[in-house]
């Protein structure tokens, strides 16, 4: 069902409109002008009976029947509309917000049960505002703000909360940003939160996000942004100093530890663990280092373990 459905936007006026399998000629809203006029249409949708949304929805649900969910979404679309309303304080475009409900809605019509006593009205109120706080954590901020339960729940609540606290709040303390402790003890009892998740989630709110990088202003010259004054981490004194260690490690040290080994041992070592080939392939096997020495691989294998500790000695002393 989720392909019988789709939500088209018309990027060039701004309309939105129900269109696809589930649309007939009647249901199908026309190309719009603009959001207003979308706003405007779905508004004078006729709403459905009780009765004719439960016989909508029972041949949906047992028949397929793509003209009856069309009928459930559209006499619903200005339910999406109201709602969306109420997520314009994030400063996300309404139509955008609208589409995202809308796809809530067809959503909970999917899902919707005529016989569980409920309207699809109160069923699907939970399904658009999903959506749509999904949209909203998704765009809102380029580093997400809310990822557990509990920060979603401090996400959407806690603005009003700080707006009733204000409204209530003496004239003359009105300015005041940041919440008081007794406020954010009301906060963290009616939302069953910790304060101190409260005091994180209000730091998130108020802190916006910061272009790294501006690049050029609109003049032509460079902007400086917070990226100049970052520390080059490759330049750091210890790194530097770690970076050189690590080299005459690789170099020097390694020279000198191979040196403590008689020629078998370095060979077996040098084949095993520091020749790679053209291809990208390492040296011999065991079992080809075996046949070479006329022994068993498992002797080679010793060897080899013998090798690896007598160098790992003469690593540590050169270190």
Same mark, same amino acid.
């Given at each position: 069902m989720s392909h019988s459905l789709a939500l088209?936007?018309?990027?060039?006026?701004?309309?939105?409109?129900? =269109?696809?399998?589930?649309?007939?000629?009647? @249901? %199908? /809203?026309?190309?719009?002008?603009?959001?207003?006029?979308?706003? =405007?249409?779905?508004n004078r949708m006729p709403m @459905? %009976? /009780?009765?004719?949304?439960?016989?909508?929805?029972?041949?949906?649900?047992?028949e397929n029947d793509l003209e009856a969910a069309g009928r459930l979404v559209m006499s619903h679309l200005r339910l999406v509309v109201s709602i969306a309303r109420q997520y314009l304080g994030y400063g996300l475009p309404h139509g955008d917000l609208i589409q995202e409900g809308n796809v809530g809605l067809m959503k909970a019509v999917k899902r919707f049960d005529p016989d569980q006593g409920v309207r699809l009205v109160s069923y699907a109120i939970h399904w658009i505002k999903a959506e749509i706080h999904e949209f909203i954590l998704k765009n809102w901020r380029m580093v997400k703000v809310a990822t557990t339960k509990a920060q979603r729940k401090l996400f959407f609540n806690l603005r009003s909360m700080k707006q009733g606290f204000r409204a209530e709040a003496a004239e003359g303390d009105t300015h005041r940003e940041g919440l008081s402790d007794a406020e954010v003890d009301v906060v963290a009892r009616d939302l069953n939160v910790k304060p101190e998740e409260v005091r994180e989630m209000e730091t998130r709110l108020s802190g916006g996000d910061v272009v790294l990088d501006p690049g050029p202003s609109d003049d032509g010259e460079d902007s400086y942004g917070p990226i100049a004054w970052l520390a080059d981490g490759a330049h750091e004194p210890t790194v530097v100093l770690e970076s050189a260690e690590r080299d005459a490690l690789a170099t020097e040290g390694v020279a000198r530890a191979m040196g403590e080994l008689d020629e078998r041992s370095r060979r077996i070592v040098t084949e095993r663990w520091l020749k790679v080939n053209d291809d990208g392939s390492g040296g011999m096997t065991l079992h080809e280092l075996a046949a070479e020495y006329g022994v068993s691989a498992e002797r080679i294998r010793q060897i080899e373990v013998a090798a690896m500790k007598k160098m790992r000695k003469a690593l540590e002393a050169f270190a």
């Amino acid at each position: 069902m989720s392909h019988s459905l789709a939500l088209a936007a018309q990027p060039a006026a701004g309309a939105l409109a129900v =269109s696809g399998a589930w649309s007939s000629r009647s @249901l %199908t /809203l026309p190309p719009l002008g603009n959001l207003d006029a979308y706003i =405007s249409a779905v508004n004078r949708m006729p709403m @459905l %009976t /009780l009765e004719e949304e439960q016989q909508a929805a029972r041949r949906l649900r047992d028949e397929n029947d793509l003209e009856a969910a069309g009928r459930l979404v559209m006499s619903h679309l200005r339910l999406v509309v109201s709602i969306a309303r109420q997520y314009l304080g994030y400063g996300l475009p309404h139509g955008d917000l609208i589409q995202e409900g809308n796809v809530g809605l067809m959503k909970a019509v999917k899902r919707f049960d005529p016989d569980q006593g409920v309207r699809l009205v109160s069923y699907a109120i939970h399904w658009i505002k999903a959506e749509i706080h999904e949209f909203i954590l998704k765009n809102w901020r380029m580093v997400k703000v809310a990822t557990t339960k509990a920060q979603r729940k401090l996400f959407f609540n806690l603005r009003s909360m700080k707006q009733g606290f204000r409204a209530e709040a003496a004239e003359g303390d009105t300015h005041r940003e940041g919440l008081s402790d007794a406020e954010v003890d009301v906060v963290a009892r009616d939302l069953n939160v910790k304060p101190e998740e409260v005091r994180e989630m209000e730091t998130r709110l108020s802190g916006g996000d910061v272009v790294l990088d501006p690049g050029p202003s609109d003049d032509g010259e460079d902007s400086y942004g917070p990226i100049a004054w970052l520390a080059d981490g490759a330049h750091e004194p210890t790194v530097v100093l770690e970076s050189a260690e690590r080299d005459a490690l690789a170099t020097e040290g390694v020279a000198r530890a191979m040196g403590e080994l008689d020629e078998r041992s370095r060979r077996i070592v040098t084949e095993r663990w520091l020749k790679v080939n053209d291809d990208g392939s390492g040296g011999m096997t065991l079992h080809e280092l075996a046949a070479e020495y006329g022994v068993s691989a498992e002797r080679i294998r010793q060897i080899e373990v013998a090798a690896m500790k007598k160098m790992r000695k003469a690593l540590e002393a050169f270190a």
